[in-house]
C-alpha cells in the first residue's frame, strides 16, 4: 500500500526534473548564442572602423598625390613658356641682326630703389624716373645696341604666376622705352626668369625687394 502511493510522486518527480533539465540547457545555449553573437558584432564594428581608416588614408594618399602632380604640370609649363620666351628673344635679335653677344654693361631697376608695387608689372613714377636716367645715356652713347630686358621676381606665388610677373615688368620697360624714347622694337626683347635667378636669398622681406627687379642688358 504504502509503494503504491509513492510510486506517483517519483513519476511526478522525475518528470520535473527532466523538465528541469530541458530548460537549463535552453538558457545555457541562448545565453551561449547572446555572447555569439555580441563577440561578432563587436568584431564586425573593429572590422568596419580599420576599414573606415584605410579608405580614409587611401583617399589622403590620391590627395596628395594629385597635388604632387599638379605641381609638376605647372612647373613643367612654367619651364616649357620660359623657354619659348627665350627663343623668341634670341630669334629676334638675330632677325634684327644687332646682339653679337657681347656685354657692354647692365641697368637693374629693383624694388629695393624703386617700387613697381606689390604683384604689380604697372611703372611706377620713381622707376620711370630710374629708366629715363639709363635712356638719357643710352642716348648720349648714341651707340647701335640691342637691349634684352629681363624680369625677375622673388619666390612669393606659384611659378607660373612669377613667369608671368617677371614677362609683364620687362615688357612694360620695352613698352616705355619705345614710346618715350622711339627705340625700335626690334632692338629690344623681353622675357622673364621668374623666380630662378635670385640676386639674394628670399629669407626676409629686404632680400626679396632685391630679386624683384628688371635688368636691362645692353649688348653690341
Known amino acids: 500500500m504504502t509503494m ?12 520535473v526534473s527532466g523538465l528541469t533539465g530541458c530548460a537549463t540547457k535552453s538558457y ?13 558584432g563587436l568584431v564586425r564594428t573593429q572590422m568596419e572602423g580599420s576599414i ?10 590620391k ?3 594629385g597635388t604632387a602632380k599638379s605641381d609638376v604640370k605647372e612647373l613643367k609649363e612654367a619651364v616649357a613658356e620660359q623657354k619659348n620666351l627665350i627663343s623668341e628673344a634670341i630669334a629676334r635679335a638675330q632677325e634684327a641682326g644687332k646682339a653679337k653677344g657681347k656685354l657692354l654693361y647692365e641697368a637693374v631697376i ?12 604697372k611703372i611706377s ?3 620711370k624716373a630710374a629708366i629715363d636716367n639709363f635712356a638719357d645715356m643710352l642716348i648720349k652713347e648714341n651707340k647701335n645696341v640691342y ?12 611659378a607660373k604666376y612669377n613667369l608671368k610677373l617677371g614677362q609683364d615688368r620687362a615688357e612694360a620697360v620695352r613698352r616705355y622705352l619705345h614710346e618715350k624714347y622711339d627705340i625700335p622694337l626690334h632692338r629690344m626683347s623681353a622675357f622673364s626668369y621668374g623666380e630662378t635667378k635670385p640676386v639674394a ?5 629686404t632680400n626679396r625687394a632685391k630679386n624683384r627687379r628688371v635688368a636691362i642688358m645692353v649688348m653690341e
Open 4 to 15: 503504491k502511493k509513492m510510486l506517483p510522486v517519483w513519476i511526478i518527480f522525475l518528470a
Open 201 to 205: 636669398p628670399n629669407d626676409a622681406e
Open 63 to 65: 590627395e596628395e598625390v
Open 28 to 40: 545555457v545555449d541562448k545565453q551561449v548564442d547572446k555572447v555569439l553573437v555580441s563577440g561578432i
Open 110 to 121: 629693383s624694388e629695393e630703389a624703386v617700387s613697381f608695387g606689390s604683384h604689380q608689372s
Open 52 to 61: 573606415s581608416d584605410l579608405q580614409k588614408s587611401v583617399a589622403e594618399v
Open 125 to 127: 613714377e620713381d622707376a
Open 147 to 158: 637691349l634684352e630686358i629681363q624680369g625677375h621676381t622673388d619666390s612669393i606665388g606659384s
